[in-house]
């Protein structure tokens, strides 16, 4: 009866983990698709996606706060981002501090106004933010990078 216990107490505990990861997945995918839509149609309120006091780290670069972000954001030219992978996993709440966090990598191609089209790699860490009405993710870290290999 006590091993039978067991197992079913493991068994939830990896139904409860799917099901955390199932979410965690579905969230990634629908922030990446707003992100980026967002880079691309409607930068001036990409900072709405951004925790006030949130890390932007663009190719080795920090920028930090919204104000900063926000300057940042309107001197790159216009963007056609393609995302091409998405990988996502929550992170520990013991790491998090009990804040509910889902770490977000996408891997694509970017072309920016008078530029070739380049490789990027795109880390977040978005922590969840409840509201009243909903749970809203927000970006607490951001770091980009291009990726251009020697031919």
Same mark, same amino acid.
Request: charged share 20%; proline share 2%; with cysteine.
């Given at each position: 009866?006590?091993?039978m216990?067991?197992?079913?107490?493991? $068994?939830?505990?990896?139904?409860?983990? +799917?099901? #955390?990861?199932?979410?965690?997945?579905?969230?990634? $995918? $629908?922030?990446?698709?707003? #992100? #980026?839509e967002?880079?691309? +149609?409607?930068?001036?309120?990409?900072?709405?996606? #951004?925790?006030?006091?949130?890390t932007?780290?663009?190719n080795?670069n920090?920028?930090?706060?919204? %104000?900063a972000?926000?300057?940042?954001? %309107?001197?790159?030219?216009?963007? %056609?981002?393609?995302?091409?992978?998405?990988?996502?996993?929550p992170?520990? %709440?013991?790491?998090?501090q009990?804040?509910?966090t889902?770490?977000?990598?996408?891997?694509g191609?970017?072309?920016?106004?008078?530029?070739?089209?380049r490789?990027?790699?795109?880390?977040?860490?978005?922590?969840?933010?409840?509201?009243?009405?909903?749970?809203?993710?927000?970006?607490?870290?951001?770091?980009?990078?291009f990726?251009?290999?020697?031919?």
């Amino acid at each position: 009866m006590k091993s039978m216990l067991m197992s079913l107490l493991r $068994e939830i505990k990896i139904i409860d983990f +799917k099901t #955390y990861v199932d979410q965690a997945c579905r969230a990634a $995918e $629908e922030f990446v698709n707003i #992100y #980026y839509e967002t880079m691309d +149609k409607r930068r001036r309120v990409l900072t709405r996606l #951004y925790l006030d006091k949130a890390t932007l780290v663009w190719n080795g670069n920090a920028v930090s706060g919204q %104000e900063a972000l926000n300057e940042f954001f %309107e001197m790159l030219p216009s963007s %056609e981002f393609q995302v091409n992978v998405l990988d996502c996993q929550p992170v520990h %709440e013991q790491a998090t501090q009990s804040q509910t966090t889902v770490l977000v990598v996408t891997c694509g191609t970017v072309k920016f106004d008078g530029n070739k089209q380049r490789y990027f790699n795109q880390n977040f860490l978005l922590t969840a933010q409840a509201t009243p009405t909903n749970t809203v993710w927000k970006i607490a870290s951001d770091c980009f990078r291009f990726q251009d290999w020697a031919s």
